[in-house]
């Protein structure tokens, strides 16, 4: 039994902690949103007033938070975790960020004698209460493997992509395909529907044929088409398009820095940005199957 602070209990953080709660860990944890901390003390997790009292004698902490900012903010200044917390706890970020904040605040953490990794996470709200995530994990080779035995209670498949800040730039890339692959598959949706077509067949026959993705195959984006994906709950959960919007943004400020050419990455960008000032940012990516263009 370790003891594990988690801070960030929203949609994906709190089926995270949850599945430590379960392989018998001791997890305390920190959200501003309250129903979100009535729902980890429902399942047994101790609530604390902060974040500095959730990394108190933790031999490790974990944050889920939406974005660099927040992350910034968690571990950096006087306040943060890096001026208050024990050096001996193991940091691990789970936030998708960009890379460069991730290795600036690695690295702050390494000059206060913490060892940090990042290990942002695929596989959605179903992979995070299912414990079958896939985490990309930057970092030493020596802290990757400490922090192996708990992303296995919330994951399937632990990768070590490379030095920190390197877990950030594969997140990076997979959500650009991701961003695309949504857009591309409701497209297609659509066009079939606009033809007559039961959109569940034509997905059925796309699933067995080289249309074939993960947007399509689990997560689609018609209404009806499956149970228990946001689209059938009227894109309640699941992955929010403004996290997309940043996540594309990520992406393509990381591209433009290194003149790598991402002409799709750039018009995702643009229709998710669309779809989001039409009232949508809080609804799960897949909405963006109704973007009216
Ligand atoms: P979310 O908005 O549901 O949850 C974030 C939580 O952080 C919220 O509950 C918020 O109250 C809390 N928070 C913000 N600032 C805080 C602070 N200073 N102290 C304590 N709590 C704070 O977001 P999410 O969907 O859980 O995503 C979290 C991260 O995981 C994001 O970086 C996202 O890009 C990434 N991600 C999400 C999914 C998904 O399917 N939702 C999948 C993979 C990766």
Redesign the pocket.
């Known amino acids: 039994m370790m003891k594990i602070g988690f801070?960030?209990?929203?949609?994906?953080?709190?089926p995270m902690a949850l599945n430590l709660l379960k392989a018998g860990h001791q997890v305390s944890g920190?959200?501003?949103?309250k129903s979100?901390l009535d729902a980890f003390a429902n399942a047994g997790g101790i609530v604390t007033a902060?974040?500095n009292d959730t990394a108190k004698d933790a031999d490790v902490l974990i944050?889920?938070?939406?974005?660099s900012h927040?992350v910034e903010?968690?571990y950096l200044g006087d306040t943060g975790l890096l001026a208050n917390a024990n050096p001996k706890t193991l940091l691990i970020d789970?936030?998708?960020?960009s890379p460069k904040v991730a290795q600036a605040v690695a690295a702050a953490a390494k000059a206060k004698g913490f060892v940090m990794i990042d290990a942002?996470?695929?596989?959605?709200?179903a992979?995070?209460q299912a414990g079958t995530?896939t985490f990309m994990v930057g970092g030493a080779v020596g802290a990757v493997e400490c922090a192996r035995p708990i992303l296995e209670r919330m994951g399937k498949n632990i990768f070590h992509a490379g030095a920190n800040g390197a877990g950030q730039t594969v997140?990076v890339c997979n959500?650009m395909l991701l961003g695309i692959q949504m857009l591309g598959t409701s497209e297609a949706l659509r066009l079939g529907i606009a033809n007559g077509l039961d959109p569940k067949v034509l997905s059925d026959i796309m699933t067995k044929s080289s249309g074939r993705n993960w947007t399509l195959e689990l997560y689609n984006p018609c209404p009806g088409v499956m149970e228990n994906v946001p689209s059938s709950k009227e894109y309640a959960?699941?992955?929010?398009v403004d996290?997309?919007l940043?996540?594309l943004g990520l992406a393509v400020e990381n591209a433009e820095k290194l003149d790598a050419s991402v002409p799709l990455g750039k018009l995702a960008q643009q229709l998710y940005e669309t779809h989001s000032k039409a009232g949508n940012g809080q609804l799960?990516?897949s909405s963006v199957f109704n973007l009216k263009k």
Do not use: R
């Open positions: 801070i960030g209990l929203g949609n994906m953080g709190l920190f959200d501003l949103v979100q902060n974040a944050s889920m938070l939406p974005a927040h903010g968690l789970c936030s998708t960020i942002p996470v695929s596989g959605g709200t992979g995070a995530l997140k959500n959960g699941g992955f929010g996290l997309m940043k996540d799960d990516f």
